[in-house]
């Protein structure tokens, strides 16, 4: 079939719509790699699954903020016994959500609000989060989920004067056939690995203190650092060790061990997050750690 244009026309033509779709390729081009409008909603928290318990319940670790270096925040290693403390974790994450701000440049916060979910599951009979309301008034049953599904004590599995046996107050507990033995402390043990940690909190309840850990090495300086900035902030007194009864096996002192900075914050009671005392706490570790 013939044309009717000249043959110059067309040669100019398909010149043209290659010109405009060039161009269209390329601004196409330059606006793939722009980054998304400083506007935006920060994408807070990243959410990073770090195991699963015995009963197959994830652990979840949740990222705040940018900075290189990563403080840990840890509730409920003693599960629905000390409930409190992961309701404490929570509302941190709450706070940080709501004031990312506050997390200095150079710092990145990590919430593990849950490292015992079986523990919380027994008391609580939900996972995830849960309310105060939803708490049963069973001493016997909160005092059964402090340990996991294999009724181990989790700061009695860690790899720090461990022995199979230990003790909590008056009563003999299970810590485990061996240190990690369990897949929370596991779990916790691989992610403390792969991260280049700066300090390490762990909530409890309820002894009432900020105690140092060690482990046959003396208290680190880091650790004796933290410890007087969050007992000075929150009122929780500094304990340099903890004397009720022989601990073995903890988690903090398996840090200690392996020069992380760790402390166990001990609430003062079971029902309460004590919020203005914690968050007193922790903004004196923001500011410990800020910018230096
Ligand atoms: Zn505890």
Redesign the pocket.
């Known amino acids: 079939m013939r044309s009717n244009f000249p043959r110059w026309a067309i040669i100019g033509s398909v010149i043209l719509m290659l010109i405009f779709a060039g161009l269209f390729m390329a601004l196409k081009n330059i606006s793939q790699p722009l980054p998304a409008p400083v506007m935006e909603k920060k994408a807070y928290p990243v959410e990073n699954i770090i195991g699963q318990s015995v009963n197959g319940r994830n652990i979840t670790a949740y990222g705040y903020g940018v900075g290189e270096k990563k403080l840990v925040f840890v509730g409920g ?2 599960g629905g ?2 409930w409190n ?1 992961v309701l404490l974790a929570y509302n941190f994450m709450d706070y940080l959500q709501a004031n990312p701000d506050i997390i200095p440049k150079n710092l990145s916060v990590i919430v593990i609000p849950s490292l015992n979910p079986d523990g919380v599951y027994k008391v609580i009979g939900k996972e995830g989060r849960f309310t105060v309301a939803e708490v049963p008034i069973n001493s016997d049953l909160l005092k059964s989920g ?1 340990f996991n599904a294999d009724k181990v004590d989790l ?1 009695r599995n860690f790899d720090c004067r461990f022995q199979a046996t230990s003790t909590w107050q008056g009563n003999i507990v299970s810590a485990g056939s061996k240190a990690f033995s369990e897949p929370e402390a596991l779990a916790f043990k691989n992610f403390v690995l792969k991260n280049n940690l700066s300090a390490v909190v ?1 909530w ?2 309820q002894s009432n203190g900020v105690y140092a850990s060690q482990c046959n090495n003396g208290i680190l300086p880091g650790t004796t650092a933290i410890t007087n900035a969050y007992s000075k902030a929150s009122g929780y007194p500094a304990q340099v060790s903890f004397d009720a009864y022989a601990i073995t096996g903890a988690a903090d002192d398996w840090l200690s061990s392996i020069n992380i900075p760790a402390v ?1 914050v ?1 609430l003062k009671t079971h029902e309460s997050i004590e919020w203005d005392k914690n968050l007193a706490g922790i903004k004196a570790l923001f500011e410990y750690f800020g910018n230096k």
Request: no cysteine; net charge negative; aromatic share 16%.
């Open positions: 290693i003693h016994y000390e403390s402090r700061n762990f409890h309840s166990s001990e």
